[in-house]
């Protein structure tokens, strides 16, 4: 979870870095087909991540979370 505006803007540029790396062509070391798609997979799985993040971030920040109010009963 972010907690602030600086987690956000690292959060942000890792995420720009990532998706970055998935335009770029696959480096020679990575001849094997299996291990390209391998690679790309877990490029993209963290990008999901980080975006869910940031996106959660930003929804709490304009309001659109809802807030669980807890009643002991």
């Given at each position: 979870m972010i907690k602030n505006e600086r987690?956000?803007?690292i959060t942000?540029?890792?995420a720009d870095k990532f998706a970055r790396a998935?335009?770029?062509p696959p480096s020679r070391a990575?001849?094997?087909p299996l291990m390209r798609e391998l690679e790309t997979n877990?490029?993209?799985s963290q990008l999901d991540e980080l975006r869910r993040k940031l996106?959660?971030?930003d929804q709490m920040?304009?309001?659109e979370c809802g807030v669980?109010?807890?009643v002991n009963p």
């Open positions: 987690q956000y803007r942000k540029t890792q998935l335009r770029e990575s001849n094997d877990a490029l993209s996106q959660e971030f920040g304009s309001g669980i109010t807890l």
